[in-house]
């Protein structure tokens, strides 16, 4: 398996990119993601690496979800798949607004690379469905019990949290002990996300990255036979 060479992570400047340039496809995804890497840039500029420190985190089994936010989970119009939609959900991401962001960072050659790594079975979608209706959703990548998480968007209210839980709950039972926020954001922190050590997710990643789950996280009831 390929092994990120372009520096090291632990080592990275806190604030800014470990490196720029390079190819971008599921190759290199893959070596930067068990480094605990991961690409973020502007259209038109060269890839950047990142390795910020400290690193936004999320305990699968501390997951906070709030009386107003069961309500909505337990609102009959709500569907909750994953896998259904990768591309689908890449593009809605790139296309919600950001605050304070012009454009997004999610490229046609993003989408394209990751799209790559999601049917070599690395990379993941969440589709929030209200309705019906495609609402809501996430994707990441996951690497042995710790899961990436990237970008997600919503169309009608709490639609991401309503997939975030959703998904957290997967990842708990099916055995994963991390999830990667990366940066903090607000959103995230309301449902139990907090900053570490860089040092402390770069050993916990070292450490899980290649035990295996265990159990399936991905699986549709509706669409495969269940457990």
Same mark, same amino acid.
């Not at 304070?100 to 690395?122: N, P, S």
């Not at 009608?156 to 954001?185: I, N, Y």
């Given at each position: 398996m390929t092994?990120?060479?372009?520096?090291?992570? =632990?080592?990275?400047?806190?604030?800014?990119?470990l490196a720029t340039g390079g190819p971008l496809d599921e190759v290199a995804l893959l070596a930067a993601y068990r480094s605990g890497i991961f690409p973020w840039?502007?259209?038109?500029?060269?890839?950047?690496?990142?390795?910020?420190?400290?690193? @936004?985190?999320?305990?699968?089994?501390?997951?906070?979800?709030?009386?107003?936010? &069961?309500?909505?989970?337990?609102?009959?119009?709500?569907?909750?798949? @994953?896998?259904?939609?990768? =591309?689908?959900?890449?593009r809605a991401c790139a296309a919600a607004p950001r605050p304070g962001q012009d454009g997004t960072w999610i490229t046609d050659e993003m989408i394209a690379a990751y799209v790559a790594l999601h049917r070599a079975g690395h990379a993941h979608s969440v589709e929030v469905?209200?309705?019906?209706?495609?609402?809501?959703?996430?994707?990441?990548? =996951?690497?042995?019990?710790?899961?990436?998480?990237?970008s997600m968007f919503h169309r009608r209210s709490d639609a991401s949290k309503v997939g975030f839980v959703r998904l957290v709950e997967r990842l708990l039972a099916s055995g994963f002990v991390l999830v990667d926020c990366q940066m903090p954001t607000e959103?995230?922190?309301?449902?139990?996300?907090?900053?570490?050590?860089?040092? /402390?997710? $770069?050993?916990? $990643?070292?450490?899980? &990255? /290649?035990?295996?789950?265990?159990? /399936?996280?991905?699986?549709?009831?509706? =669409?495969y036979p269940g457990p």
């Amino acid at each position: 398996m390929t092994e990120w060479t372009r520096g090291d992570p =632990a080592k990275a400047p806190a604030r800014s990119p470990l490196a720029t340039g390079g190819p971008l496809d599921e190759v290199a995804l893959l070596a930067a993601y068990r480094s605990g890497i991961f690409p973020w840039y502007s259209e038109g500029d060269p890839v950047a690496w990142w390795c910020p420190d400290p690193r @936004f985190v999320l305990l699968p089994g501390e997951l906070r979800v709030t009386d107003s936010l &069961r309500r909505t989970l337990r609102k009959p119009g709500w569907t909750v798949t @994953f896998d259904q939609d990768f =591309a689908g959900v890449m593009r809605a991401c790139a296309a919600a607004p950001r605050p304070g962001q012009d454009g997004t960072w999610i490229t046609d050659e993003m989408i394209a690379a990751y799209v790559a790594l999601h049917r070599a079975g690395h990379a993941h979608s969440v589709e929030v469905r209200w309705h019906g209706e495609l609402v809501g959703g996430l994707y990441g990548v =996951a690497v042995g019990r710790v899961f990436h998480g990237e970008s997600m968007f919503h169309r009608r209210s709490d639609a991401s949290k309503v997939g975030f839980v959703r998904l957290v709950e997967r990842l708990l039972a099916s055995g994963f002990v991390l999830v990667d926020c990366q940066m903090p954001t607000e959103h995230l922190a309301s449902l139990g996300a907090f900053a570490v050590r860089r040092a /402390d997710f $770069l050993a916990c $990643l070292r450490a899980q &990255r /290649d035990l295996p789950p265990t159990g /399936d996280p991905w699986f549709n009831p509706d =669409a495969y036979p269940g457990p």
